[in-house]
C-alpha cells in the first residue's frame, strides 16, 4: 500500500503539538500500522482533522477505549488514528431529568460513578474494561440487562457526529420523547466508526435498582438450557420481571442464571418464584446483591482468550437448543474445543473456539450457514489475524446490503472512515 | 405517462376496484387528521397484497411519479398529505395478521392493521403491545411505524420504535428489502430499521412489520389526584420520579381540560386547578409498595383528593376521561388547534408559566393536557374560525409555543410528527448542516425524492449535491470507485 504524505505539522497546529504523535505497534488495527495517533479536544478541532484528512486522502479509524479495535475485518488501510480520549467529559446530567449529554470519549465506569451519586445509571452493561461510550455506540455493546433496558439504540437520544468532510451535525436532543427529523443517533449506533465520528450522544437514565437477587441452576445436559430459560420467560405463574436470563456451557456442564433488581420486598417475591421453577429442573442457589455482583462479573464475561476465535450469534430464543447443539456438533467433529454463554432471553449467544486454523475455520461456515437459512446471524467478534483472513467477520449480509452501501457512500463517498472493516467490505 | 395511461397501469395491477381515480371519490383522501392542509391526489391506489405495493411502488420510479402512503389518516401533523399529481397509497386492505409467535414474543402483521387488534389478538395468551397511542383503536400499524407513535404509558415502555423488531420494505426505487433482525436480535450492518421507524413515510413502505409484544404486568394500580394548580400537580411528578420510581403513566390536565372533559363524557373527575393520573404496573409486591409511595408524594404535594381506582371499571373511566381530552374540546369551543412539543420534566413549570402569559397577550384559551411524565406537553389552543383572524391568531400562538419548549432545551414534536406542519420550525430546532447531514440518509433511500415529498424539511436537497466542499478520494481518481 502506497504511503501516505501525512501533514503533521498542520495537525500539530489544529490539535496542538503534544497531543500528535508517531504510532507505536500497539496501535496497529489487525496488523494494519498507522502512521500517526492525533487526540483532538475538541468537536471543532475534530472537524478540521477530518478536512485535512480527507483533502489528503488519509484513512481515519476512530478510536475510544480501543477495547473492540478487533471487530469487523482486517482494514484495507489505515493512515490515521483519531482518539478520542481527551474529549472525556459530561456535558450535563440532569438528574430530574433522567438524562445525561456526554463527549465519546468518557468513559463508561466513570459516568456511572458520576451518575451513581444521583442513584442513577446508564443501562448499558458491556463486559469489556475500558470502553468509552464513543466506542460503545459505535460497537453497539451490549451485556445481561439488556434483557430489561434494551441495548444502545433504546437508550440513545441525541448525538453528535463529524463527518468525514469535517461537517458537524446532530440529531435527537436531550429529550426522551422526541420525533422531529430523522434518528441519526440510532443511524450511528453499530456504524463502527465508518458513517463518521461520534463525538457526542445523549442518553435517558434510569434509577439505580434497590437491592439484587441471583438465581442460578446446574444442568448437565445442554437440551436442557432452552426448556429452563422458556419456561421462566413464558411460565404462566412466573408473572415476575426478568433484569438478564443468561446462560453459560463449558465442557459438560452448564449454569442458567437469573438476575432481578428491583425494592426487596418485589425482588424477594419474584426471585423465590424463580427459585421454585428452576429447583424442579434441579440443585439451585441464590445469592445475595454483594455475592451476586462478583457471580456476574465473572458469568458475564465472553466464552474466549485472545487467540480465540470468538462469535456472536443472533437467533430466535425459542432456537437455543439448535444454536447450541450446532455449535457443539460442528466443534467436535472438527476437532475444536467449544465454550458458550450467552443472552438467552434475547436469543444472543456467544461462542469461543480454540483449534486447529481449519477446524475454526470450518466450525464458523457451518453455524453461520445454519444461522443465515433461518434468518439469523454469526458475526466473528475475535479471531487471529490468520482466521479473518478466511472469513468475513459479518457474513453475507442480507438484502439490504445495497442500501446499507447507498447510505456509506452518501456518509462517506471517499471511504475514509475505517475503510474495509465492516459488512460488504464497507 | 398520462393520467390515463396511469389509472390503465394500476388498474391492471389492482383490477378496477382499486384504483380511485374520480374527483369525488378523491376528495375522501384530501387530508389526514390534519384538517387544515388539503390536497387532493390524482389517484388512490387500494393494494391488497405486499407484491401489489411493489408493483405500484416501481410503476412510480419508472415513471417519476410521486407518491405518498397512507395508513387510516389518523396522523396529526399531515404526513400523509397527498402530492398533487402523485398517486397515494392507501394500505388499510392489507390488515392481516400473519403470524403470532408467542415462545419469541414476536408478531408479524401488515401496516393496515389497527393498533388495538395485537393485544386483542394475543390476549388470552398474557400478552399485549405496549405502545398505545391515544387513536390505537383507529390507527394503523404502519402509521405508527411511519410516526414513531407514543401513546400514554411510553414513559415506561418506549415508542413505536422500541417495539418493531423488523420490517419488509419497499424501497421508492421498488426494490424490496428485509430490516432489522425481526426474530432474531442484533442483525449485521447499520441499524436502518432504527431510522426507518419514524421517517414519516419518507424513506420507503413498509409491507411485513415484526412486533414485539409483552406479558401482561401481574399488577396494575390507578389513582387520581386532585390540586390547586399545574404547578402543584408539577411538584408531584418530579417527587414521584424522583423518587425512583418509574410509572407506566403520568397524565396532567389542566382547569380548563377537566371543564371540557366534563360537560363531554362527564367521568366524575373533581373540580381542581389540576389532575393528574399516575399509573403503576408491574409485579404485584413492587406496586404495592411504590403506590403507597405516590400515594404520599400526591400528599405532600398538597393534593386536595386522592382517588384510587377500586376495579377495571374505574380506571377505564378514569382513561376514558383523559383519552377524551382533544375531542372535548369541541364542548367549550368551536375550534381548536393541537400542538405537541416537548420540554424537559425540570421545566414544566416555568414553560406552563409562559404558555399562560401568551395566552392572556393573545386573548386566546389554552388548555394543557399533557404526558408529564416525559414532559410532552399538549396545548389545545381555542379559538372559534368564524371569527376573522382568529384562526390564523390561534396558530401563531401555538407556534410560540413550541419556541418556548425548544428555548427550554426541548423538542418540536414528541410524537405527532414534523410532516407538513412544522417543516417551517425545523429551521429553529436543527441547523442547516444537521439537515443537510439527515438528507444524505433520505437521498440513499430515495435518490429522485418521489417518497413523500415536501415533507419534514423546509428546503429539500438535490441528492446529488453535497453540503461543504468536497474532494476526490484518491481511490476515486484511480477509478477504483464512482461518484455517487
Given at each position: 500500500?502506497?504511503?501516505q504524505?501525512?501533514?503533521t505539522?498542520?495537525l500539530?497546529?489544529?490539535?496542538g503539538?503534544?497531543?500528535?504523535?508517531e504510532?507505536?505497534?500497539e496501535?496497529?488495527?489487525?496488523?494494519v500500522r498507522?502512521s500517526i495517533?492525533?487526540?483532538p479536544?475538541?468537536?471543532?478541532?475534530?472537524?478540521e482533522?477530518?478536512?485535512?484528512a480527507s483533502?489528503?486522502?488519509l484513512?481515519?479509524?476512530?478510536?475510544?477505549g480501543g477495547t473492540k479495535?478487533?471487530?469487523?475485518n482486517?482494514?484495507r488501510?489505515?493512515?490515521?488514528i483519531l482518539?478520542?480520549?481527551?474529549m472525556?467529559g459530561?456535558?450535563?446530567?440532569?438528574?430530574?431529568?433522567?438524562i445525561v449529554?456526554?463527549?465519546a470519549?468518557?468513559k463508561l465506569?466513570?459516568?456511572?460513578e458520576s451518575?451513581?451519586?444521583?442513584d442513577?445509571?446508564?443501562?448499558?452493561d458491556?463486559p469489556?474494561?475500558?470502553?468509552?461510550?464513543?466506542?460503545i455506540?459505535a460497537?453497539?455493546?451490549s451485556?445481561?440487562?439488556?434483557l430489561?433496558?434494551?441495548t444502545?439504540?433504546?437508550?440513545i437520544?441525541?448525538?453528535?457526529?463529524v463527518?468525514a468532510?469535517?461537517?458537524?451535525?446532530k440529531a435527537?436532543g436531550k429529550?426522551?420523547?422526541?420525533v422531529a427529523?430523522y434518528?441519526?443517533s440510532?443511524?450511528?449506533?453499530?456504524s463502527l466508526?465508518?458513517?463518521?465520528v461520534i463525538?457526542?450522544?445523549?442518553?435517558r437514565?434510569?434509577?439505580?435498582?434497590?437491592?439484587?437477587?441471583?438465581v442460578?441452576l446446574e444442568?448437565?445436559?445442554?437440551e436442557?438450557i432452552?426448556?429452563?430459560?422458556q419456561?421462566?420467560?413464558?411460565?404462566?405463574?412466573?408473572?415476575?420481571?426478568?433484569?438478564?436470563?443468561e446462560i453459560?456451557?463449558?465442557?459438560?456442564r452448564?449454569?442458567?442464571?437469573a438476575?432481578f433488581?428491583g425494592?426487596?420486598p418485589?425482588?424477594?417475591?419474584?426471585?423465590?418464584?424463580?427459585?421454585e421453577?428452576l429447583?424442579?429442573?434441579g440443585?439451585?442457589?441464590?445469592l445475595?446483591?454483594?455475592?451476586g455482583?462478583?457471580?456476574w462479573?465473572s458469568?458475564?464475561?465472553?466464552p474466549w482468550d485472545?487467540g480465540d476465535?470468538?462469535l456472536?450469534?443472533?437467533?430466535?430464543?425459542s432456537d437455543?437448543t439448535?444454536?447450541?447443539?450446532?455449535?457443539?456438533?460442528a466443534a467436535e467433529?472438527?476437532g475444536?474445543?467449544?465454550?458458550?454463554?450467552?443472552h438467552?432471553?434475547?436469543g444472543v449467544t456467544f461462542a469461543g473456539?480454540?483449534?486447529g486454523e481449519?477446524g475454526?475455520?470450518e466450525?464458523?461456515e457451518e453455524v453461520?450457514?445454519i444461522?443465515?437459512?433461518?434468518?439469523?446471524?454469526?458475526?466473528?467478534?475475535?479471531?487471529?489475524?490468520?482466521v479473518?483472513?478466511?472469513l468475513d467477520?459479518?457474513?453475507?449480509?442480507?438484502d439490504y446490503l445495497g442500501?446499507?452501501?447507498?447510505?456509506?457512500?452518501?456518509f462517506?463517498?471517499?471511504?475514509?472512515?475505517?475503510p474495509?472493516?465492516?459488512?460488504?467490505g464497507? | 405517462?398520462?393520467?390515463?395511461?396511469?389509472i390503465?397501469?394500476m388498474q391492471e395491477?389492482?383490477?378496477?376496484?382499486g384504483v380511485?381515480?374520480?374527483?369525488e371519490e378523491l376528495?375522501?383522501y384530501?387530508?389526514?387528521?390534519l384538517m387544515?392542509?388539503r390536497?387532493?391526489?390524482?389517484?388512490?391506489?387500494?393494494p391488497?397484497?405486499?407484491e401489489?405495493?411493489q408493483?405500484i411502488?416501481?410503476?412510480?420510479?419508472d415513471?417519476?411519479?410521486?407518491?405518498v402512503?397512507r395508513?387510516?389518516?389518523t396522523?396529526?401533523?399531515?404526513g400523509?398529505?397527498?402530492?398533487e399529481?402523485?398517486?397515494?397509497?392507501?394500505?388499510?386492505?392489507?390488515r392481516?395478521?400473519l403470524?403470532v409467535d408467542?415462545?419469541?414474543?414476536?408478531?408479524?402483521?401488515?401496516?393496515g392493521?389497527?393498533?388495538?387488534w395485537?393485544s386483542q389478538e394475543v390476549?388470552?395468551?398474557g400478552y399485549?403491545y405496549?405502545?398505545?397511542?391515544?387513536?390505537q383503536i383507529?390507527?394503523?400499524i404502519?402509521?405508527?411505524?411511519a410516526?414513531n407513535?407514543?401513546?400514554?404509558?411510553?414513559?415506561?415502555?418506549?415508542f413505536?420504535?422500541n417495539?418493531v423488531?423488523g420490517?419488509?420494505v419497499?424501497?421508492?426505487?421498488?426494490?424490496v428489502?428485509?430490516?432489522?433482525?425481526?426474530?432474531?436480535?442484533?442483525?449485521?450492518?447499520y441499524e436502518?430499521?432504527?431510522?426507518f421507524?419514524?421517517?414519516?413515510g419518507?424513506?420507503?413502505?413498509?409491507?411485513?412489520?415484526t412486533?414485539?409484544?409483552?406479558?401482561?404486568?401481574?399488577?396494575?394500580?390507578t389513582?387520581?389526584?386532585?390540586?390547586?394548580d399545574?404547578?402543584?400537580?408539577?411538584?408531584?411528578?418530579s417527587?414521584i420520579?424522583?423518587?425512583?420510581i418509574v410509572?407506566?403513566?403520568?397524565?396532567?390536565?389542566?382547569s380548563l381540560?377537566i371543564?371540557?372533559?366534563e360537560?363531554?363524557?362527564?367521568?366524575?373527575f373533581p373540580?381542581?386547578g389540576a389532575?393528574?393520573i399516575?399509573e403503576?404496573?408491574?409485579?404485584e409486591?413492587e406496586?404495592?409498595?411504590q403506590f403507597?409511595?405516590?400515594?404520599?408524594?400526591?400528599e405532600?404535594?398538597?393534593?386536595?383528593?386522592?382517588?384510587?381506582?377500586?376495579?377495571?371499571?374505574?380506571?377505564a373511566l378514569?382513561?376514558k376521561?383523559?383519552?377524551a381530552a382533544?375531542g372535548?374540546?369541541g364542548s367549550i369551543?368551536n375550534?381548536?388547534?393541537v400542538?405537541?412539543?416537548?420540554v424537559p420534566?425540570t421545566e414544566?413549570?416555568?414553560?406552563?408559566?409562559?404558555?399562560?402569559?401568551?395566552s392572556?397577550?393573545?386573548?386566546?384559551r389554552v388548555a394543557?393536557?399533557?404526558?408529564?411524565?416525559?414532559?410532552?406537553l399538549?396545548?389545545?389552543?381555542?379559538?372559534?374560525?368564524?371569527?376573522p383572524g382568529?384562526?390564523e391568531?390561534?396558530?401563531?400562538l401555538?407556534?410560540e409555543?413550541?419556541?418556548?419548549?425548544l428555548?427550554?432545551?426541548?423538542?418540536?414534536?414528541?410524537?405527532?410528527?414534523?410532516?407538513?406542519?412544522k417543516?417551517?420550525?425545523?429551521?429553529?430546532?436543527?441547523?442547516t448542516d444537521d439537515?443537510d447531514?439527515?438528507?444524505?440518509?433520505?437521498?440513499?433511500?430515495?435518490?429522485?425524492?418521489?417518497c413523500n415529498p415536501?415533507?419534514?424539511?423546509?428546503t429539500?436537497r438535490l441528492c446529488?449535491?453535497?453540503?461543504?466542499?468536497?474532494?476526490?478520494?484518491?481511490?476515486?481518481?484511480a477509478?477504483?470507485a464512482?461518484?455517487?
Amino acid at each position: 500500500m502506497q504511503t501516505q504524505n501525512i501533514p503533521t505539522e498542520e495537525l500539530q497546529g489544529i490539535v496542538g503539538e503534544e497531543h500528535v504523535r508517531e504510532s507505536s505497534a500497539e496501535d496497529a488495527v489487525d496488523g494494519v500500522r498507522p502512521s500517526i495517533v492525533v487526540e483532538p479536544g475538541t468537536i471543532e478541532e475534530t472537524g478540521e482533522v477530518m478536512k485535512l484528512a480527507s483533502r489528503e486522502g488519509l484513512a481515519v479509524s476512530p478510536r475510544g477505549g480501543g477495547t473492540k479495535i478487533g471487530l469487523g475485518n482486517p482494514p484495507r488501510q489505515v493512515d490515521l488514528i483519531l482518539s478520542t480520549a481527551r474529549m472525556d467529559g459530561i456535558i450535563e446530567h440532569v438528574p430530574g431529568d433522567q438524562i445525561v449529554r456526554v463527549q465519546a470519549g468518557l468513559k463508561l465506569q466513570d459516568l456511572q460513578e458520576s451518575l451513581a451519586e444521583s442513584d442513577q445509571m446508564l443501562g448499558v452493561d458491556p463486559p469489556e474494561e475500558g470502553a468509552t461510550i464513543g466506542g460503545i455506540v459505535a460497537a453497539n455493546s451490549s451485556g445481561p440487562r439488556r434483557l430489561r433496558y434494551g441495548t444502545v439504540r433504546d437508550l440513545i437520544i441525541g448525538i453528535k457526529v463529524v463527518l468525514a468532510d469535517g461537517t458537524v451535525a446532530k440529531a435527537g436532543g436531550k429529550v426522551v420523547k422526541n420525533v422531529a427529523g430523522y434518528d441519526l443517533s440510532k443511524l450511528f449506533t453499530g456504524s463502527l466508526g465508518t458513517l463518521g465520528v461520534i463525538a457526542e450522544a445523549n442518553f435517558r437514565l434510569h434509577p439505580i435498582r434497590e437491592t439484587a437477587r441471583t438465581v442460578f441452576l446446574e444442568v448437565d445436559d445442554h437440551e436442557k438450557i432452552a426448556d429452563v430459560t422458556q419456561e421462566l420467560t413464558h411460565s404462566s405463574f412466573s408473572q415476575f420481571v426478568l433484569d438478564a436470563l443468561e446462560i453459560r456451557w463449558e465442557g459438560d456442564r452448564g449454569v442458567i442464571a437469573a438476575l432481578f433488581e428491583g425494592i426487596e420486598p418485589a425482588v424477594e417475591a419474584q426471585s423465590s418464584v424463580a427459585t421454585e421453577v428452576l429447583r424442579s429442573h434441579g440443585e439451585t442457589s441464590v445469592l445475595g446483591e454483594e455475592d451476586g455482583e462478583e457471580f456476574w462479573e465473572s458469568f458475564a464475561r465472553r466464552p474466549w482468550d485472545a487467540g480465540d476465535v470468538g462469535l456472536k450469534i443472533g437467533a430466535p430464543p425459542s432456537d437455543l437448543t439448535a444454536v447450541l447443539a450446532s455449535v457443539l456438533g460442528a466443534a467436535e467433529r472438527a476437532g475444536v474445543e467449544a465454550r458458550l454463554s450467552g443472552h438467552a432471553g434475547t436469543g444472543v449467544t456467544f461462542a469461543g473456539l480454540s483449534g486447529g486454523e481449519d477446524g475454526l475455520v470450518e466450525v464458523v461456515e457451518e453455524v453461520r450457514e445454519i444461522r443465515i437459512r433461518r434468518s439469523g446471524s454469526v458475526v466473528v467478534q475475535e479471531a487471529p489475524l490468520t482466521v479473518k483472513e478466511r472469513l468475513d467477520a459479518w457474513g453475507a449480509g442480507g438484502d439490504y446490503l445495497g442500501l446499507t452501501r447507498r447510505v456509506k457512500e452518501k456518509f462517506d463517498p471517499g471511504y475514509t472512515m475505517n475503510p474495509g472493516r465492516f459488512l460488504g467490505g464497507i | 405517462m398520462y393520467r390515463g395511461q396511469l389509472i390503465e397501469a394500476m388498474q391492471e395491477i389492482l383490477g378496477p376496484e382499486g384504483v380511485i381515480h374520480r374527483r369525488e371519490e378523491l376528495r375522501t383522501y384530501e387530508c389526514d387528521g390534519l384538517m387544515n392542509y388539503r390536497v387532493i391526489p390524482d389517484l388512490v391506489v387500494l393494494p391488497e397484497s405486499a407484491e401489489q405495493v411493489q408493483q405500484i411502488v416501481q410503476t412510480c420510479y419508472d415513471e417519476g411519479i410521486p407518491f405518498v402512503a397512507r395508513g387510516s389518516g389518523t396522523g396529526l401533523s399531515g404526513g400523509a398529505l397527498p402530492v398533487e399529481s402523485g398517486v397515494l397509497i392507501v394500505l388499510t386492505r392489507l390488515r392481516r395478521i400473519l403470524e403470532v409467535d408467542i415462545p419469541n414474543g414476536r408478531v408479524v402483521v401488515e401496516p393496515g392493521v389497527i393498533n388495538i387488534w395485537v393485544s386483542q389478538e394475543v390476549a388470552d395468551e398474557g400478552y399485549y403491545y405496549a405502545p398505545d397511542p391515544a387513536s390505537q383503536i383507529v390507527s394503523s400499524i404502519g402509521g405508527n411505524l411511519a410516526e414513531n407513535s407514543g401513546g400514554v404509558h411510553c414513559l415506561k415502555y418506549g415508542f413505536t420504535t422500541n417495539h418493531v423488531m423488523g420490517a419488509e420494505v419497499v424501497l421508492p426505487d421498488g426494490s424490496v428489502v428485509h430490516i432489522g433482525g425481526g426474530k432474531a436480535p442484533d442483525a449485521p450492518g447499520y441499524e436502518l430499521l432504527g431510522a426507518f421507524v419514524g421517517s414519516e413515510g419518507t424513506l420507503g413502505i413498509a409491507t411485513k412489520i415484526t412486533l414485539r409484544i409483552l406479558r401482561k404486568p401481574e399488577a396494575v394500580r390507578t389513582l387520581l389526584a386532585a390540586f390547586k394548580d399545574t404547578e402543584e400537580a408539577g411538584g408531584a411528578v418530579s417527587g414521584i420520579i424522583g423518587g425512583g420510581i418509574v410509572p407506566a403513566a403520568i397524565e396532567m390536565m389542566d382547569s380548563l381540560t377537566i371543564e371540557a372533559v366534563e360537560k363531554q363524557v362527564s367521568p366524575g373527575f373533581p373540580e381542581a386547578g389540576a389532575l393528574l393520573i399516575v399509573e403503576l404496573d408491574g409485579p404485584e409486591a413492587e406496586v404495592d409498595n411504590q403506590f403507597e409511595h405516590v400515594i404520599k408524594v400526591c400528599e405532600e404535594n398538597d393534593a386536595s383528593e386522592i382517588r384510587v381506582a377500586e376495579d377495571d371499571e374505574e380506571r377505564a373511566l378514569f382513561w376514558k376521561g383523559r383519552k377524551a381530552a382533544f375531542g372535548a374540546m369541541g364542548s367549550i369551543s368551536n375550534d381548536y388547534y393541537v400542538q405537541d412539543g416537548v420540554v424537559p420534566r425540570t421545566e414544566l413549570g416555568a414553560v406552563l408559566k409562559k404558555i399562560a402569559d401568551l395566552s392572556e397577550e393573545y386573548g386566546l384559551r389554552v388548555a394543557n393536557v399533557f404526558h408529564a411524565g416525559d414532559g410532552n406537553l399538549h396545548p389545545l389552543v381555542l379559538f372559534d374560525n368564524d371569527a376573522p383572524g382568529e384562526a390564523e391568531k390561534a396558530e401563531e400562538l401555538a407556534g410560540e409555543i413550541v419556541f418556548v419548549c425548544l428555548e427550554h432545551g426541548g423538542s418540536l414534536t414528541g410524537e405527532h410528527g414534523i410532516g407538513r406542519d412544522k417543516m417551517k420550525y425545523m429551521p429553529q430546532m436543527f441547523t442547516t448542516d444537521d439537515m443537510d447531514v439527515m438528507q444524505l440518509l433520505r437521498c440513499a433511500f430515495d435518490p429522485h425524492r418521489i417518497c413523500n415529498p415536501g415533507k419534514i424539511f423546509p428546503t429539500p436537497r438535490l441528492c446529488g449535491e453535497r453540503p461543504g466542499p468536497f474532494h476526490m478520494h484518491p481511490v476515486q481518481k484511480a477509478g477504483l470507485a464512482e461518484n455517487f
